[in-house]
């Protein structure tokens, strides 16, 4: 993974998105976005849409969509073992301990990498 797209999965993973609260995790996904896309729009419900148009003319049944989320599954972090592992509280819904924000993001990076190689 290039420098760049660690650095980006880093911010995505790090921003605050629980559910009803994607405010800062859309913003990112936007300006990057509009880095790639002819069109970047948001729409009532807060999704973000880029459109990258076709070098041709071709019919809208044959665009291509790719669609996520934009909220996390989040979880309360009560405490990170000397691994590093952080501990979940089954009935938590949100990371409130910037350790375990730290040690989930770092996890998960470090699994990644380790997939691609």
Same mark, same amino acid.
């Given at each position: ?22 405010? +800062? ?8 976005? #509009?880095?790639?896309?002819? +069109?970047?729009?948001?729409?009532? #419900? ?21 669609? #996520? ?12 073992? @000397? ?10 819904? +949100?990371?409130?301990?910037? @350790?375990?924000?730290? @040690?989930? #993001? @770092? ?11």
């Amino acid at each position: 993974m290039d420098r760049e797209s660690h650095r980006l999965l880093e911010r995505l993973l790090l921003a605050h998105g629980p559910g009803g609260q994607e405010d +800062e995790v859309r913003s990112l996904c936007q300006a990057q976005l #509009a880095r790639h896309c002819d +069109e970047v729009t948001l729409d009532r #419900a807060g999704n973000v849409i880029g459109l990258i148009r076709s070098a041709q003319p071709s019919h809208p049944d044959d665009g291509i969509r790719v669609m #996520a989320h934009l909220d996390e599954i989040a979880m309360l972090v009560k405490r990170v073992d @000397a691994n590093g592992i952080p501990t979940e509280n089954t009935h938590g819904f +949100e990371i409130i301990d910037e @350790a375990g924000i730290d @040690a989930c #993001a @770092a996890t998960l990076i470090e699994f990644l990498l380790a997939e691609r190689s």
